[in-house]
């Protein structure tokens, strides 16, 4: 049952905003299974309403697959909380805000408010996932692993894939990364995920004093130098007023 589960799961992450749908022999591609183990799940997630068939003979997720999506965000703990931070800080910096959480070697974005004008922020909207080492977000989530554990995370594999080139590239660069998150209580991404981008994320935990989610900030890379240390400080200050119990904050030191 729980191979069969995986298998469900795998075909699930398939679906995104920008491939919405997929047929049967594209997924058996994708995923290297064969062709009547693909079809057989297909049906089966069909008729639970987790996938819908097109006309065109592709798939779509289905009514339960958003169904289960809004009963997460609707019964969630931090959802509501976040909001009302996330709120207070894009009203006053207009700079987009998202909360996001970890889904193994990814990070995967909650909740966002943008500003009603300025740049808008793509890449993490509600339900995207982004590689971890390449995001603030994802660094403060991995930097509080227990120890050995981001190893696993990745496999052992030296070499990670970025998304822009001044995207952490090795597994030691980004220990040596975690380490710094660990020590200042906030992450930085300065062109990691998109060029011309910058973020700023800090530690959220959960009433068991485990750091679940982390709220981030966006704004364009020219403001980091005057605009970033009370960007940083404004995110850590608003993540610590969601946690429970509060995470230690540094004293009499810059952010940035």
């Known amino acids: 049952m729980i191979d069969g589960l995986e298998k469900a799961t795998r075909i699930l992450d398939l679906f995104s905003s920008d491939v919405p749908e997929w047929t049967v022999s594209e997924i058996c591609r994708e995923l290297s299974l064969p062709k009547t183990t693909i079809w057989e799940y297909m049906q089966t997630m069909t008729g639970l309403g987790l996938l819908r068939r097109t006309v065109r003979g592709r798939y779509r997720l289905g009514w339960r697959a958003f169904q289960l999506g809004?009963?997460?965000?609707?019964?969630?703990?931090?959802?509501?909380?976040?909001?009302?931070?996330?709120?207070?800080?894009?009203?006053?910096?207009?700079?987009t805000v998202q909360l996001a959480s970890r889904y193994r070697s990814e990070v995967v974005y909650l909740e966002k408010i943008s500003p009603r004008t300025g740049l808008q922020?793509?890449?993490?909207?509600?339900?995207?996932?982004?590689?971890?080492?390449?995001t603030a977000a994802g660094k403060v989530l991995l930097s509080y692993l227990p120890p050995g554990e981001v190893r696993e995370v990745y496999a052992g594999a030296e070499r990670?894939?970025?998304?822009?080139?001044?995207?952490?590239g090795s597994l030691t660069a980004l220990e040596w990364e975690l380490a710094a998150v660990?020590?200042?209580?906030?992450?930085?991404?300065?062109?990691?995920?998109?060029?011309?981008?910058?973020?700023?994320?800090?530690?959220?935990?959960?009433?068991?004093?485990?750091?679940?989610?982390?709220l981030t900030m966006s704004f364009l890379e020219y403001r980091l130098s005057a605009q970033g240390d009370g960007y940083a400080r404004a995110v850590v200050e608003a993540a610590q007023r969601l946690s429970h119990p509060k995470p230690p904050v540094p004293e009499n030191r810059r952010l940035l």
């Open 121 to 134: 922020v793509n890449l993490t909207r509600v339900g995207e996932r982004l590689p971890a080492h390449c």
């Open 182 to 214: 660990r020590e200042h209580g906030y992450a930085l991404d300065v062109e990691e995920t998109v060029e011309g981008m910058c973020s700023v994320a800090a530690p959220v935990s959960n009433e068991d004093g485990d750091v679940t989610w982390a």
């Open 160 to 168: 990670l894939t970025g998304l822009t080139e001044r995207s952490i």
């Open 70 to 95: 809004l009963r997460a965000r609707m019964t969630s703990e931090i959802s509501g909380p976040a909001r009302v931070e996330m709120s207070k800080l894009v009203e006053k910096y207009e700079e």
